[in-house]
C-alpha cells in the first residue's frame, strides 16, 4: 500500500510539470507564430525525473532533433513529399544519431525528421530554423518547470521505503523461523515471493537516492543533507545483507532438524525480539539485543559440538542446526550495525525536517 502511494505522489507531480511544460510551450509557439507540435513533442520528452537529467538529456536532444530537421529539410528537397522521403529521414536520422552516441535524442530527432515533411511546402531554410527554435523553447521551458514546480525532493520517500522494507523484513524473520521451529509442512514459497519482493524495494529506493543525489549540484540544500543520504545508503546495503542471508536460509534443507522443544523456543524467542527491533526502530535497546545475541552464541557453540568430524549423515555440507543458528547469528549482527546510534539518530533528523 505505501509503495503505491508513494508510486502515486511522483508519478502525479510529474504529470502535473508535463502539463504545465506543455501549456507555456505552445503559448510561447503561438505568441511567436511558431508551429506549437515540435516543441511540445520536445517539452514532453524533456520532463525526466530530476532536473540533472533534463539538462544532461536536452544537451543531447538538442543536436539530435537538428540532425533530424536538416535530413528532412534535404530529402523534401531531392524527393518532395513522397514515401521514400519519409524513410530516408527517420533512417539517415537514427544511423548519424547512432553513430554520434545520441541516443538520448534519438526519438525525439526521428519524430522531428518524419513530422516535418508534413509541413514544410516552402522556404526550407527558415523552416530549418524554425524547428531549432521550437526545440530550443520546449527545451528551455520544461527544464525550468522541472526546476521551479515541485523540485525534487526524495528523502521522505527514500526514509519511508527503508523503514517499509525493514518492517516487511523484520515480518518475514519472524514467519520464516516459526515455519521452521514449528510447523510439520515446511512451505517458504510465500517468504521467497516476499524476500523477491524485498529485493525490488531496495533496487527502487536505490534508484531515489541516485536521483536524490543527481540534483546536488542544483540545490544547496541537498548537498547540506549529504550526510543523510549516506545513512541511507548504508542503511540500504544492510537490508541487501539481511535480505541475502534471509534468502540463505530459505535454501536450507529442513527434513532433519533435531532441536529439542527448549531450544527451539529459545531460537524463536530471539527471532521474535530481532523481527520486533526491525518493525520497531525507534525502541531498539543495544543492551537486550546483546543479550539475546549471547543466548544464541551459546546455542551455536553448543550445537557444534554435537557435530561429529566423521558425521555420516552430513558428509560435506553443514546440518542444518549449524546453518540456521550461523544465519541468525549473522542477522543479529546486521540489525545491530542497522541500529547503531548514529544512524538512529540521523534518521530521526530526516523524519523531522
Request: aromatic fraction near 10%; glycine fraction near 2%; charge should be positive.
Amino acid at each position: 500500500m505505501l509503495s503505491k502511494l508513494r508510486s502515486l505522489h511522483f508519478n502525479g507531480s510529474r504529470i502535473l510539470k508535463t502539463g504545465i511544460a506543455i501549456f507555456l510551450t505552445a503559448t510561447i509557439c503561438v505568441w511567436l507564430n511558431w508551429p506549437p507540435v515540435f516543441a511540445v513533442i520536445t517539452a514532453i520528452v524533456t520532463v525526466e525525473p530530476t532536473v540533472s537529467d533534463s539538462i544532461k538529456k536536452g544537451i543531447v536532444r538538442f543536436p539530435a532533433s537538428a540532425i533530424g530537421s536538416a535530413f528532412a529539410v534535404l530529402f523534401i528537397t531531392l524527393f518532395g513529399n513522397a514515401p521514400i522521403t519519409y524513410t530516408l529521414a527517420a533512417v539517415a536520422t537514427i544511423l548519424v544519431c547512432y553513430k554520434l552516441n545520441l541516443h538520448a535524442g534519438l526519438l525525439v530527432a526521428t519524430l522531428t525528421s518524419v513530422a516535418m515533411i508534413e509541413v514544410i511546402h516552402d522556404h526550407v531554410l527558415v523552416s530549418f530554423f524554425i524547428r531549432l527554435g521550437t526545440t530550443t523553447v520546449g527545451l528551455l521551458v520544461s527544464t525550468a518547470v522541472n526546476m521551479l514546480v515541485f523540485p525534487p525532493d526524495y528523502r521522505p520517500d527514500i526514509l519511508k521505503s527503508i523503514q517499509s522494507i525493514s518492517a516487511r523484513a523484520g515480518s518475514m524473520l519472524e514467519h520464516t523461523f516459526r515455519t521452521i521451529l514449528f510447523e510439520k509442512d515446511v512451505d517458504l514459497q510465500e517468504d521467497r515471493k516476499i524476500a523477491k519482493q524485498l529485493t525490488t524495494e531496495i533496487r527502487k529506493t536505490e534508484k531515489l537516492i541516485h536521483f536524490q543525489r543527481d540534483e546536488a549540484s542544483l540545490y544547496p540544500w541537498i548537498r547540506n543533507r549529504e550526510a543523510e543520504l549516506r545513512m541511507a545508503e548504508r542503511q540500504l546495503l544492510f537490508l541487501d545483507n539481511f535480505e541475502y542471508h534471509l534468502n540463505a536460509l530459505l535454501r536450507v534443507p529442513l527434513q532433519s532438524i533435531q532441536w529439542t522443544k527448549a531450544e527451539r523456543e529459545i531460537i524463536m524467542h530471539a527471532a521474535a525480539a530481532l523481527a520486533d527491533d526491525l518493525r520497531h526502530s525507534t525502541h531498539y535497546n543495544h543492551e537486550k539485543h546483546q543479550r539475546q545475541l549471547k543466548s544464541i552464541t551459546h546455542l551455536f557453540w553448543e550445537n557444534s559440538k554435537r557435530v561429529p568430524a566423521n558425521d555420516a549423515m552430513h558428509p560435506t555440507l553443514f546440518p542444518p542446526e549449524f546453518t540456521i543458528l550461523y544465519e541468525l547469528i549473522t542477522i543479529y549482527d546486521l540489525v545491530d550495525k542497522y541500529f547503531d546510534p548514529t544512524s538512529v539518530k540521523a534518521a530521526q533528523q530526516a523524519k523531522k525536517s
